[in-house]
């Protein structure tokens, strides 16, 4: 474990961060070269990346995903955020396209001075997501880390608030939650994640657009956050623009579980009604389009 940079007042606290950019389509080396020159002299125990930073997001094939798909933790991606995370003494979140025999996930890692920490694969997976990447099976872990408990999700696995209440029960102090935006939701919403489950929260968001092979245009919606466990924004990035921030928080005001002197968050759930959470889908279902890559027919956006 990391020690903490600093302790005021007796209090052990940790300065975290976001890392907003905008990477160009499959240029995968000049994208982790302009991160690694975004982050300058940043001092920071734990910063975040956005989801699938250094490959781009809007894949036309399943071939173009596995060109630009790695190992974890041998292929380029991990070997130059450990390098990084040894240089500064920190933890560094990030998205990337990770391989695994046959298999292609929309991947998280963790890594810090020491190697890698952790590896998290996408849950929930988004939009044409579903026809390059296989469903995440590492489920919602958390690892003790730069003086916190933390844990992963990517982008539209806030969607489902199942995903934030897992990794908080397990203990978590802080969410870092890689993300690729295309609709407004997530920054408003995530605030009540923070909320309901009184954890930090850091979204690192993209900026720019996409349009490629014939696709509509994606245009990200940046706006990273870092969200308090009160709900307070304590700093959020603007809709255009690349930014590294970074704040003070002290770890410990996440477990802090108490809503006032007769409540207690996790204490007071009921849990014997709430079975259905883990049943089957109720009502007709919903089959998913059984598109192939290269004839994906157009479908509704709802949330990312």
């Known amino acids: 474990?990391?020690?903490?940079?600093?302790?005021?007042?007796?209090?052990?606290?940790?300065?975290?961060?976001?890392?907003?950019?905008?990477?160009?389509?499959?240029?995968?080396?000049?994208?982790?070269?302009h991160v690694t020159d975004l982050l300058g002299a940043t001092d920071a125990d734990l910063l975040v990346l956005p989801e699938l930073f250094a490959t781009g997001y809007q894949f036309a094939s399943r071939r173009e995903v596995e060109r630009l798909a790695e190992l974890v933790p041998d292929g380029p991606t991990t070997k130059r955020l450990l390098a990084?995370?040894?240089?500064?003494?920190?933890?560094?979140?990030?998205?990337?396209?990770?391989?695994?025999?046959r298999a292609l996930y929309n991947s998280a890692i963790v890594v810090g001075p020491k190697g890698l920490i952790g590896l998290y694969r996408k849950t929930h997976l988004f939009y044409e997501e579903t026809l390059w990447f296989t469903p995440g099976n590492t489920g919602f872990r958390t690892w003790n880390t730069a003086g916190a408990t933390v844990g992963v999700m990517v982008c539209f696995d806030w969607f489902f608030p199942e995903s934030m209440r897992c990794m908080a029960l397990s203990g978590a102090d802080l969410i870092c939650h890689p993300a690729n935006l295309v609709l407004p939701h997530a920054p408003n919403a995530m605030i009540t994640r923070c909320l309901e489950n009184r954890v930090f929260a850091i979204t690192a968001d993209r900026v720019g657009a996409e349009e490629r092979a014939g696709k509509e245009r994606l245009t990200y919606i940046g706006t990273s956050q870092i969200v308090s466990p009160q709900g307070e924004v304590l700093a959020r990035a603007a809709t255009e623009g690349e930014e590294v921030r970074v704040v003070t928080i002290d770890p410990k005001e996440?477990?802090?579980?108490?809503?006032?002197?007769?409540?207690?968050?996790?204490?007071?759930?009921?849990?014997?009604?709430?079975?259905?959470?883990?049943?089957?889908?109720?009502?007709?279902?919903?089959?998913?389009?059984?598109?192939r890559p290269g004839k994906a027919r157009a479908v509704r956006r709802t949330a990312g």
Not at 3 to 27: C, E, H, K, T, Y
Not at 84 to 101: D, F, N, T, W
Not at 275 to 282: F, H, N
Request: charged letters at 25%; aromatic letters at 8%; a positive charge.
């Open 1 to 33: 474990m990391l020690l903490f940079r600093r302790a005021w007042g007796g209090l052990s606290i940790m300065d975290v961060g976001f890392v907003q950019n905008s990477p160009i389509f499959g240029r995968v080396k000049a994208n982790l070269d």
């Open 84 to 101: 990084v995370a040894h240089q500064r003494r920190c933890v560094i979140v990030a998205g990337l396209a990770e391989r695994k025999g």
């Open 254 to 291: 996440a477990r802090r579980k108490t809503v006032n002197r007769y409540n207690h968050l996790f204490s007071d759930r009921r849990v014997e009604w709430y079975e259905t959470l883990t049943l089957p889908t109720a009502g007709p279902a919903q089959p998913r389009p059984n598109a």
